[in-house]
């Protein structure tokens, strides 16, 4: 089943202009991991956020974590029209007895930067 | 640079016909993930493997699909016979899973299946 959900579903901005996703989730987490998808490809690892994190950057991106909302949001900055693709997020439950390790998904958002 | 080999990355084949798709996980990895993506559906986890022993296949129609892993460096999603609505991207997915975290996954280019 889903647990992420991604906002917005889809996404146009102009190459220069910041861009915004944000992801929800249901449970608690161990951690949160964004990952892009370009057409017809694998998706590609991003970025991992732990539980006890905030914030995280990674070159032109920034993750923020909110646990108390349940909400990540990934925000690009100064897009270029490579950036066009799906974002998704993925979440991974903290490690019970009962449940074997695996990771849950959002349906992403589909971004697209205009050159 | 060490990445997931998938095979085929494109097959079309007809209604009832067998289908069997490969992936060649990152060595040193312990887990691997089979996942279906469809644009209705998203990303669908079908089964996965933990050192080479089945987890969780909850997700796979089990009258048609079955996954194994021979080795550790081959693991296998079958479709036995195929249906139109089996028509979608395969992906396979390795990592390393310790108890504590899940770590980043390595993905695949996909197999793109089309049943007629």
């Known amino acids: 089943s889903q647990q992420g959900e991604e906002d917005p579903q889809a996404l146009s901005i102009q190459e220069g202009e910041n861009a915004t996703m944000n992801c929800s989730y249901k449970?608690?987490?161990?951690?949160l991991q964004w990952y892009r998808q370009n057409s017809g490809r694998g998706l590609v690892h991003l970025i991992l956020?732990?539980?006890n994190e905030r914030e995280k950057h990674s070159g032109r991106l920034r993750v923020t974590l909110d646990t108390s909302k349940k909400s990540s949001s990934l925000l690009i900055t100064a897009s270029r029209a490579a950036d066009t693709a799906s974002y998704f997020c993925a979440t991974d439950e903290p490690y019970n007895a009962g449940n074997n390790r695996k990771l849950i998904w959002g349906l992403g958002t589909s971004l697209g930067v205009n050159p | 640079d060490a990445r997931v080999t998938q095979t085929p990355r494109h097959k079309v084949t007809e209604m009832g016909q067998e289908v069997t798709m490969r992936c060649q996980p990152i060595?040193?990895?312990?887990?691997v993930f089979w996942y279906r993506q469809t644009m209705m559906q998203g990303l669908e986890l079908l089964a996965y493997f933990r050192n080479r022993a089945p987890l969780d296949d909850s997700g796979m129609p089990k009258d048609r699909f079955s996954a194994e892993m021979p080795d550790a460096t081959l693991a296998t999603l079958k479709i036995q016979p195929s249906e139109p609505r089996d028509s979608a991207v395969y992906f396979c997915a390795s990592g390393l899973v310790l108890d504590a975290n899940t770590g980043e996954l390595f993905f695949g280019e996909g197999s793109r299946l089309t049943v007629l």
């Open positions: 060595l040193g990895h312990n887990t």
């Open positions: 956020i732990r539980s």
């Open positions: 449970t608690s987490i161990n951690n």
